[in-house]
């Protein structure tokens, strides 16, 4: 494969981690000029160009060699290292950035009692992270039924289709609004830099350590 020189970072096309991430690399000193199908933006100065895409993508994009860096929830690359990258060299987590912070809690019926996590046994729980639940269960002993759904994880248990959920909780007002409530946390998440272990030794090198010292500037200056 013909090696590239510039380099790439994917992010997510359309969402809430898309005006956040971009700012951030503006403030890195990067401009994009936005292509019309807006999938691939190239980077003006900076040889450094932008693949947008959906967020689920952008681990296996890394891991492929498509893109060198990205910008993703640890929550999607903790789920993809424990998933369809189990087999691949795992990928590094570069540097948190600070914004698009949640968590991946377990939430049960407002009316069910739940002290610790051995009162899941024997029950379904619903989610669309069964990579990192099935982990949290294994390290806690617990052998608990993983119903994985795409989305709307939170209506399973009015459905009957579970007995609680496992997803992602900022505010809690989604929780509140389907009778829920959070019951414990499996992983706090927030955006982060993602990219291979080892860094390429050439011109992408360079630039990613460049690019690196400059994030950490910003990063100080938004402390
Ligand atoms: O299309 P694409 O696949 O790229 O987008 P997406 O729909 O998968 O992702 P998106 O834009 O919803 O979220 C992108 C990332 O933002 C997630 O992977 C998280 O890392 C982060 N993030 C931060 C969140 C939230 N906060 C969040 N609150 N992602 C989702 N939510 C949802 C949650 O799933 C639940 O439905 O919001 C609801 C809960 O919010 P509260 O405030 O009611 O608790
Ligand atoms: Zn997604």
Not at 46 to 56: F, G, M, N, S, Y
Not at 128 to 135: K, Q, T, V
Not at 198 to 211: A, N
């Amino acid at each position: 494969m013909k090696t590239r020189d510039r380099l790439r970072i994917a992010m997510q096309k359309s969402g809430r981690l898309t005006e956040p991430a971009l700012d951030l690399l503006n403030r890195c000193g990067l401009s994009f000029r936005q292509s019309r199908d807006k999938l691939f933006c190239f980077g003006e100065g900076e040889p450094v160009d932008l693949l947008l895409v959906r967020d689920d993508d952008i681990p296996g994009l890394i891991a492929q060699g498509v893109c060198d860096l990205g910008i993703v929830g640890r929550n999607v690359l903790s789920e993809y290292q424990l998933t369809d990258g189990r087999e691949a060299e795992p990928l590094a987590e570069w540097r948190p950035l600070g914004f698009g912070r949640c968590r991946l809690s377990i939430a049960v019926p407002q009316e069910m009692a739940y002290e610790e996590v051995g009162q899941l046994a024997g029950r379904r729980i619903a989610t669309s992270y069964p990579g990192l639940l099935r982990e949290w269960l294994r390290t806690n002993g617990v052998d608990a039924g993983v119903v994985t759904l795409a989305g709307s994880v939170e209506i399973a248990p009015r459905l009957g289709t579970a007995d609680a959920i496992c997803d992602l909780v900022q505010s809690g007002g989604t929780l509140v609004a389907n009778h829920l409530r959070e019951a414990d946390v499996l992983l706090e998440s927030e955006a982060v830099l993602a990219g291979p272990q080892t860094l390429p030794v050439d011109e992408r090198g360079d630039m990613i350590e460049l690019l690196l010292k400059r994030l950490d500037g910003v990063m100080q200056v938004r402390e």
